[in-house]
């Protein structure tokens, strides 16, 4: 988040949603926080969705975690490279396709 804001870029402002850091992610953050749902991107310059899995189920977070992400050629690889090393972690992809620049 600190590079996100250091770049003078805003974080939504919306009732119920919570931005944190992966490091950040603590037990005490998930029991505070209560996630209906954990979403993170694929992939970003700091961590992809295998580093996020990894700390979640580290930290036995039992709810649903997805990685949000563009049209994949295979999503299917990436769901099972993720379940691999998170195998009792409730794992998806939510597959948003970029939108053609509008003339």
């Keep these: 988040m600190a590079r996100w804001k250091a770049q003078g870029r805003n974080l939504p402002n919306m009732e119920g949603l919570k931005f944190i850091d992966l490091h950040a992610l603590t037990v005490e953050v998930l029991q505070d926080q209560k996630p209906d749902i954990i979403l993170s991107p694929l992939v970003s310059e700091d961590f992809d969705a295998v580093d996020v899995a990894g700390v979640l189920s580290a930290l036995a977070y039992d709810g649903p975690y997805r990685a949000v992400t563009n049209t994949l050629p295979n999503p299917e690889i990436i769901r ?16 948003l396709p970029m939108l053609a620049p509008q003339n």
């Design 80 to 95: 099972k490279e993720v379940r691999n090393h998170a195998p009792y972690l409730d794992f998806d992809l939510v597959v």
